[in-house]
């Protein structure tokens, strides 16, 4: 039975969704809170090859975004190497992960949707949605009515979606951390270009990598035990960031400083945030994907890969459920042992970053001594996250 899915949030997780429903043979119509697109949000992250798997079942190529990333450096704030790993396994046919621009994948998803006929409404904030005998009736904030026969909120961390399922759900849940970006040309790091390069300072977290064309991409978490409020980050300037990011990584070795000073247009102060379980992804003809429904923290670089993951299977689901209930149970099944321990898995990586000194042993040399042992080794504990297969031919349940 073919249904018309009114899709509530117009990121990757919306996004994609939309595409998989299409491929699926359904329609989808995509309900954004902005009033235009948000081709300017956001910094860079990496997609490892469960992502890449996901996009390709999606029959969306990706090699003309970004760059491959198919390694890891580890290196204390002290300067010393401390390892070298793998990010993530290759897929069988070479295929590696891949680092990109946030507004550039979501820009090609987004072109993608529409040439499939996806319609995407903007300036459409969810106030509520009620059941109906046809399926589900959404308003939104400027009073204006939609109805479809489901409603998939992927509206992310502070999800309308999730609330109106669940008044008592969980919220998002703080991670101790705040980021600042950036990029740059004419800074020689040192680094390999292709390789992600982690350095774990002794006040603060720092990632950089190489784009071929020379330019440079980093990231810094700087550490906030109290949940700063959105008024009190917008109030934050530029040179006030710029400051903080100089005197975090004044003590450490490495590019971190001129990489800083060389940014003319810092991407500034988004936080840290996953959501731990949430009981209800599902109600009536209501169920909510990716951020809403499992965030996790950026650290082990998995939120886009779960989003995707759930946008085909949940598409896969339809297809092949005699009937929404049906579908929506099935994909609950298949999905949330998975996505809860990837969420779990995400707040222990993240563990390391807000690590403090103990007992006079600095911060770095602690994580010189835990790192070791992972280079050492070579066993990486994060990496059944990676060997994940979603196959659009296969029947949804068998991914279980």
Not at 52 to 57: F, G, K, S, T, Y
Not at 151 to 160: E, N
Not at 200 to 212: E, L, S
Not at 365 to 374: P, T
């Amino acid at each position: 039975m073919a249904y018309t899915a009114m899709v509530i949030g117009g990121g990757i997780a919306g996004t994609a969704s939309a595409i998989a429903l299409h491929k699926a043979g359904f329609e989808a119509v995509i309900y954004e809170a902005y009033d235009r697109p948000a081709d300017d949000v956001g910094a860079f992250l990496t997609l490892a090859v469960n992502a890449l798997d996901a996009l390709r079942a999606l029959d969306f190529d990706i090699t003309h975004l970004g760059f491959e990333t198919p390694r890891i450096t580890v290196t204390s704030g002290s300067g010393k190497r401390i390892g070298r790993l793998p990010h993530g396994q290759a897929l069988p046919d070479g295929t590696v992960s891949r680092t990109v621009k946030r507004a550039e994948l979501y820009r090609a998803l987004r072109e993608q949707a529409v040439r499939h006929g996806v319609r995407i409404e903007y300036g459409k904030r969810l106030a509520d949605a009620d059941s109906t005998e046809r399926g589900v009736r959404a308003t939104f904030a400027d009073g204006s009515t939609a109805e479809g026969g489901l409603l998939i909120g992927a509206d992310g961390l502070r999800s309308r979606t999730r609330q109106i399922i669940d008044p008592a759900a969980p919220r998002e849940r703080y991670g101790g951390m705040i980021n600042v970006g950036g990029y740059t040309h004419g800074i020689q790091t040192g680094g390999e270009p292709g390789t992600m390069h982690a350095i774990f300072g002794r006040r603060a977290f720092f990632a950089h990598t190489t784009h071929p064309d020379g330019e440079v991409w980093w990231a810094a978490n700087l550490m906030r035990p109290t949940e700063p409020t959105p008024a009190g980050l917008a109030s934050i300037r530029p040179p006030q960031w710029r400051a903080e990011l100089v005197e975090a990584f004044r003590p450490d070795h490495g590019p971190a400083l001129a990489l800083i000073e060389a940014t003319d247009r810092l991407v500034t102060g988004w936080t840290t945030y996953d959501v731990p379980s949430v009981p209800n992804w599902h109600r009536d003809r209501l169920i909510i994907i990716g951020d809403a429904a499992h965030a996790t923290v950026p650290s082990i670089g998995q939120g886009a890969a779960m989003a995707l993951e759930d946008a085909v299977v949940l598409a896969k689901c339809l297809r092949d459920s005699p009937d929404i209930a049906s579908a929506f149970a099935t994909y609950e099944q298949v999905r949330r042992d998975r996505v809860e321990r990837v969420v779990a898995q995400g707040r222990r990586t993240d563990s390391w970053k807000t690590l403090g000194p103990i007992a006079r042993i600095p911060r770095d040399l602690i994580m010189s001594l835990a790192l070791k042992r992972l280079a050492r080794t070579g066993h990486d504990p994060s990496r059944w996250i990676y060997e994940h297969h979603v196959d659009w031919d296969q029947p949804a349940a068998r991914h279980h």
